[in-house]
């Protein structure tokens, strides 16, 4: 369980550019919970993330994880129980290094954080088995070079990285923007696939209204540094895509159309 307790993160304390941008947020994460995170520009969902990842500091407010307090926890300690993927299929994984040699990496986590990882016939037989869950024949070019790869292959790639070693907790941040939507639709599938074979409790920050109706069971709305909706069972599964504009809209007191809101 992950649970976040009156979170304050406050970007330029005490300066003319003071951005309180998490404000009072608490939020409890049962184990196998998968939510997924909406919210308008500004909201505060990356950073919601960034602070469960340790990259920021938070300002007040405690993150506690299994019973154990993680907000003073730096972020390369955190990274050996947290698995995260970002936007942007250039992060997560080496582009000058192998297919191999990146999930070699990734195997070797948490217990070896150091270049120790070796490569034998049975490790290469572990990761062709991995791969060939993705319809991508990444199981058969596991010498290629990351670069050399498509930024659809590189995310699949990073998200059998990420939750290869069973995090605790899994944080992807519109990790199928920058794709193609049937790039994305694949990534997204093997996204549920991976979490619910292996019941791992997920963040997804995502602008995509119907993925954050139809993936995972908690759906929640970020305003202003807030959790303003938090769904889940027949509330969630009846959503809509019109009614949640209607709350957006609401919320911020005009018309929706210029957000980044996408209706795919
Ligand atoms: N490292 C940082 N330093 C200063 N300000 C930051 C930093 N990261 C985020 N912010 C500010 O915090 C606010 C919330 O940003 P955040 O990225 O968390 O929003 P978001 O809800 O994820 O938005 P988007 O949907 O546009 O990605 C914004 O005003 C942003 O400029």
Same mark, same amino acid.
């Given at each position: 369980?992950?649970?976040?307790?009156?979170?304050?993160?406050?970007?330029?304390?005490?300066?003319?550019?003071?951005?309180?941008?998490?404000?009072?947020?608490?939020?409890?994460?049962?184990?196998?919970?998968?939510?997924?995170?909406?919210?308008?520009?500004?909201?505060?969902?990356?950073?919601?993330?960034?602070?469960?990842?340790?990259?920021?500091?938070?300002?007040?407010?405690?993150?506690?994880?299994?019973?154990?307090?993680?907000?003073?926890?730096?972020?390369?300690?955190?990274?050996?129980?947290?698995?995260?993927?970002?936007?942007?299929?250039?992060?997560?994984?080496?582009?000058?290094?192998?297919?191999?040699?990146?999930?070699?990496?990734?195997?070797?986590?948490?217990?070896?954080?150091?270049?120790?990882?070796?490569?034998?016939?049975?490790?290469?037989?572990?990761?062709?088995?991995?791969?060939?869950?993705?319809?991508?024949?990444?199981?058969?070019?596991?010498?290629?070079? +990351?670069?050399? %790869? =498509? *930024?659809?292959?590189?995310?699949?790639? $990073?998200?059998?990285?990420?939750?290869? @070693?069973?995090?605790? #907790?899994?944080?992807?941040?519109?990790?199928?923007?920058?794709?193609?939507?049937?790039?994305?639709?694949?990534?997204?599938?093997?996204?549920?696939?991976?979490?619910?074979?292996?019941?791992?409790?997920?963040?997804?920050?995502?602008?995509?209204?119907?993925?954050?109706?139809?993936?995972?069971?908690?759906?929640?709305?970020?305003?202003?540094?807030?959790? +303003?909706?938090? %769904? =889940? *069972?027949?509330?969630?599964?009846?959503? $809509?895509?019109?009614?949640?504009?209607? @709350?957006?809209?609401? #919320?911020?007191?005009?018309?929706?159309?210029?957000?980044?809101?996408?209706?795919?």
């Amino acid at each position: 369980m992950v649970i976040l307790d009156h979170i304050q993160k406050i970007f330029y304390r005490n300066t003319p550019n003071e951005n309180q941008v998490l404000n009072n947020l608490s939020l409890k994460v049962e184990d196998g919970d998968f939510i997924t995170v909406i919210g308008s520009n500004g909201a505060g969902k990356s950073t919601m993330l960034n602070v469960v990842a340790g990259v920021h500091p938070v300002d007040s407010g405690s993150i506690v994880l299994d019973g154990i307090d993680i907000t003073h926890l730096p972020e390369f300690r955190r990274a050996a129980f947290i698995g995260r993927v970002f936007q942007d299929p250039m992060l997560g994984t080496s582009p000058s290094m192998t297919i191999e040699e990146n999930l070699s990496m990734a195997y070797a986590r948490p217990n070896n954080m150091t270049l120790r990882w070796g490569l034998d016939f049975q490790r290469r037989k572990i990761f062709k088995d991995y791969l060939k869950n993705i319809p991508l024949g990444l199981e058969n070019r596991l010498s290629t070079k +990351v670069k050399l %790869l =498509s *930024g659809g292959q590189r995310q699949a790639l $990073t998200l059998i990285m990420a939750t290869m @070693k069973k995090p605790k #907790l899994l944080l992807l941040d519109e990790h199928t923007a920058a794709l193609d939507p049937k790039t994305a639709q694949m990534v997204n599938s093997l996204t549920e696939e991976i979490v619910q074979k292996n019941n791992i409790t997920t963040i997804m920050v995502t602008h995509n209204l119907e993925h954050a109706i139809k993936m995972g069971n908690r759906l929640i709305m970020m305003h202003k540094g807030q959790i +303003v909706m938090d %769904l =889940s *069972g027949e509330e969630k599964s009846t959503m $809509t895509i019109p009614r949640l504009l209607n @709350k957006f809209e609401q #919320l911020q007191g005009e018309k929706f159309a210029e957000d980044r809101v996408m209706l795919a």
